[in-house]
């Protein structure tokens, strides 16, 4: 198919009339009587041949126009446009299958135009520039493995979860994900913070941290729509009553609200109000390291101490508690991250200490026989400490943390990172961690519908491979999309500025 081939050559009021008369001949699928139950899903391939061929304008009215349509002759009551909380689901299920089409035809466009010669190739990086993306190029592909560690840990019950770090330590996914979160923050605003640049840094963490919020949203939305359509779908109603997902049920306008004021964030969809709260703490922290480091850590340490003895937390609403991730707490370790950003933006490596590796060896080991129960009971009952150890994931507990820092600091002295930039899986998890958000994004919802089938199907290690592995070669292709994309934007950005 040619993508955008009436968006080049048409005028608007014809892409516009086209579309319009392709979301007309859905209707006529109604009449089938395999197709009546559809409704709104009837115009999905109306939505596909407008986001392929007329571009994403016409796609989003045409996602529009069919959700008015079914509204208005086929929900009950009909000729009224009024629905109940139990529509709700299904036309956010909709609404985001016509977002990942339309997200896809425009990514699967800027790679066709970009292989086919249409923009500028993007002029070679300076010497310079190539040493600093050689210098930290093992950031992404850390964050690219920490995204895939997400992703198989959100789906429980398959057999790789047994091999992610967090059934090997103390730690897990979350510390990496918020340390690896201020590093790049760091590398990102820090020296334009030191250089006088401070209203412009923060509007740019503003904005991001607004941009945080609308994922969030959406994918909150499209948590309840996946798991409500497994519910109705393979009669399985405690779908809909974990994680926080029964105060949908119970009150859905209630819900709506909560988690627009992110009051009410649901299990496995809750660490980016965490990152969003603490964004916005970043200038605070980029001012204070300014004046010196260590007062900086010092701050964040004695914050962190007094959230733990006096329990402070952001509250929840509607329903009692605060939030599943501190941010008082985990503040701690953007911090450390933000420390860490600096000091590799000013010379390139944490200092190597024999004693630091030393510690750091024993922790990672004596958190490995914890969890593993002395390698499964090979070398005494570990197990049974692991009670007493200060493991509580909500408030950061000490013991995750001085695990996750050990298991940091050896791995960056050790040089794995060098030596994995020489194996095929470098490049793959890079281009993951350079699209961070995005494929978040998408890894949340895969390992929704993944928890769904998990729970509907009766699985396999076949069954699990084929879920797991499929959901991360999905995330690869969503990246070199957005890959192609990006390149597309520089290379348009680059003509503009020579032709200035």
């Given at each position: 198919?040619?993508?955008?081939?009436?968006?080049?050559?048409?005028?608007?009021?014809?892409?516009?009339?086209?579309?319009?008369?392709?979301?007309?001949?859905?209707?006529?699928?109604?009449?089938?009587?395999?197709?009546?139950?559809?409704?709104?899903?009837?115009?999905?391939?109306?939505?596909?041949?407008?986001?392929?061929?007329?571009?994403?304008?016409?796609?989003?009215?045409?996602?529009?126009?069919?959700?008015?349509?079914?509204?208005?002759?086929?929900?009950?009551?009909?000729?009224?446009?009024?629905?109940?909380?139990?529509?709700?689901?299904?036309?956010?299920?909709?609404?985001?299958?016509?977002?990942?089409?339309?997200?896809s035809c425009e990514w699967a466009r800027?790679?066709?135009?970009?292989?086919?010669?249409?923009?500028?190739?993007?002029?070679?990086?300076?010497?310079?520039?190539?040493?600093?993306?050689?210098?930290?190029?093992?950031?992404?592909?850390?964050?690219?493995?920490?995204?895939?560690?997400?992703?198989?840990?959100?789906?429980?019950?398959?057999?790789?979860?047994?091999?992610?770090?967090?059934?090997?330590?103390?730690?897990?996914?979350?510390?990496?994900?918020?340390?690896?979160?201020?590093?790049?923050?760091?590398?990102?605003?820090?020296?334009?913070?030191?250089?006088?640049?401070?209203?412009?840094?923060?509007?740019?963490?503003?904005?991001?941290?607004?941009?945080?919020?609308?994922?969030?949203?959406?994918?909150?939305?499209?948590?309840?729509?996946?798991?409500?359509?497994?519910?109705v779908h393979w009669n399985l109603p405690?779908?809909?009553?974990?994680?926080?997902?029964?105060?949908?049920?119970?009150?859905?306008?209630?819900?709506?609200?909560?988690?627009?004021?992110?009051?009410?964030?649901?299990?496995?969809?809750?660490?980016?109000?965490?990152?969003?709260?603490?964004?916005?703490?970043?200038?605070?922290?980029?001012?204070?390291?300014?004046?010196?480091?260590?007062?900086?850590?010092?701050?964040?340490?004695?914050?962190?101490?007094?959230?733990?003895?006096?329990?402070?937390?952001?509250?929840?609403?509607?329903?009692?508690?605060?939030?599943?991730?501190?941010?008082?707490?985990?503040?701690?370790?953007?911090?450390?991250?933000?420390?860490?950003?600096?000091?590799?933006?000013?010379?390139?490596?944490?200092?190597?200490?024999?004693?630091?590796?030393?510690?750091?060896?024993?922790?990672?080991?004596?958190?490995?026989?914890?969890?593993?129960?002395?390698?499964?009971?090979?070398?005494?009952?570990?197990?049974?400490?692991?009670?007493?150890?200060?493991?509580?994931?909500?408030?950061?507990?000490?013991?995750?943390?001085?695990?996750?820092?050990?298991?940091?600091?050896?791995?960056?002295?050790?040089?794995?990172?060098?030596?994995?930039?020489?194996?095929?899986?470098?490049?793959?998890?890079?281009?993951?961690?350079?699209?961070?958000?995005?494929?978040?994004?998408?890894?949340?919802?895969?390992?929704?519908?993944?928890?769904?089938?998990?729970?509907?199907?009766?699985?396999?290690?076949?069954?699990?491979?084929?879920?797991?592995?499929?959901?991360?070669?999905?995330?690869?292709?969503?990246?070199?999309?957005?890959?192609?994309?990006?390149?597309?934007?520089?290379?348009?950005?680059?003509?503009?500025v020579a032709q200035a």
């Open positions: 198919m040619t993508f955008g081939l009436a968006e080049r050559h048409w005028s608007q009021s014809a892409r516009y009339l086209t579309v319009t008369l392709l979301v007309a001949a859905n209707v006529g699928l109604r009449a089938l009587p395999p197709l009546q139950e559809l409704s709104v899903f009837l115009f999905v391939p109306a939505i596909f041949l407008g986001a392929s061929l007329l571009g994403r304008g016409p796609a989003i009215f045409a996602s529009a126009l069919a959700l008015l349509i079914a509204l208005f002759f086929w929900i009950e009551p009909v000729h009224s446009l009024h629905f109940t909380a139990r529509d709700i689901p299904p036309f956010a299920l909709y609404l985001l299958i016509c977002l990942a089409i339309i997200a800027a790679a066709l135009q970009g292989r086919t010669g249409q923009v500028e190739t993007t002029p070679a990086i300076t010497e310079g520039a190539a040493g600093k993306a050689r210098r930290f190029a093992g950031l992404d592909f850390w964050r690219g493995f920490v995204l895939c560690t997400i992703f198989v840990t959100h789906v429980p019950g398959n057999i790789f979860e047994n091999y992610t770090f967090r059934s090997l330590g103390f730690s897990d996914s979350a510390e990496a994900f918020v340390c690896l979160s201020g590093i790049s923050l760091a590398l990102a605003y820090g020296r334009r913070f030191a250089a006088g640049e401070r209203f412009r840094v923060c509007i740019a963490l503003v904005r991001r941290a607004l941009k945080l919020y609308g994922v969030h949203i959406a994918l909150s939305f499209a948590a309840l729509a996946i798991f409500s359509a497994g519910a405690w779908l809909e009553d974990e994680h926080g997902r029964d105060l949908f049920v119970a009150h859905a306008r209630l819900c709506i609200e909560a988690i627009l004021g992110l009051g009410h964030q649901l299990g496995y969809f809750n660490i980016l109000p965490l990152y969003l709260a603490l964004i916005l703490w970043v200038p605070l922290f980029l001012w204070l390291a300014g004046i010196d480091r260590s007062l900086m850590l010092g701050l964040s340490t004695l914050l962190y101490v007094a959230a733990r003895l006096f329990d402070w937390n952001l509250p929840s609403w509607p329903l009692p508690g605060g939030w599943f991730f501190n941010p008082f707490t985990w503040q701690l370790v953007m911090a450390i991250g933000i420390v860490v950003g600096l000091h590799l933006r000013e010379h390139g490596r944490l200092p190597l200490s024999r004693v630091l590796t030393v510690i750091s060896t024993i922790m990672v080991l004596f958190a490995l026989l914890v969890v593993t129960n002395g390698l499964g009971g090979l070398l005494g009952p570990w197990g049974e400490l692991r009670q007493s150890l200060d493991l509580d994931k909500t408030n950061t507990g000490t013991m995750r943390l001085l695990h996750f820092l050990a298991l940091g600091y050896l791995v960056h002295v050790s040089g794995i990172t060098a030596w994995l930039q020489r194996t095929p899986v470098f490049s793959p998890l890079a281009m993951l961690g350079r699209h961070s958000l995005m494929i978040f994004a998408l890894l949340s919802i895969l390992a929704a519908i993944g928890q769904v089938l998990m729970a509907a199907e009766p699985h396999s290690a076949g069954f699990d491979i084929a879920l797991i592995g499929g959901g991360i070669l999905v995330l690869y292709f969503a990246a070199r999309l957005c890959e192609a994309a990006t390149a597309r934007r520089k290379a348009a950005g680059n003509k503009a």
